[in-house]
């Protein structure tokens, strides 16, 4: 990857997506290194959680030939979710409050 449209951070979050997805960064050893260079551990682990999960559901639309929305339909989403700070403050806040003391045990196998 040797985009003048990126920077080195940005092209080593490149590099480290398209060799987890394709499951070859173990036998490129230097991908890491250079991944390092510009990212913590915690910023690897996810990234690479991340492109997991979008692989994952990549090949979940394409098993099932789930037709992705055009982007009129994507963009009537992104409007209609606004994120209200207030709230999401008020709800966690009511989690905290009402959390229990103790959890019951999970049910053994029988």
Sequence with gaps: MTSPLLNPR??????????????????????????????????????????????MMNRFMDSFAIPIEDEGEVNKIRKSVRGNPDKMKAYLQSLIDNWPEDFPEPNPDE
């Design 10 to 55: 940005e092209r080593a979050a490149c590099l480290w997506a398209e060799h987890f997805t394709r499951n070859t960064a173990r036998e490129n050893p230097g991908v890491l290194e250079e991944v390092k260079r510009h990212f913590t551990d915690g910023e690897i682990v996810e990234m690479s959680l991340m492109s997991g999960k979008q692989g």
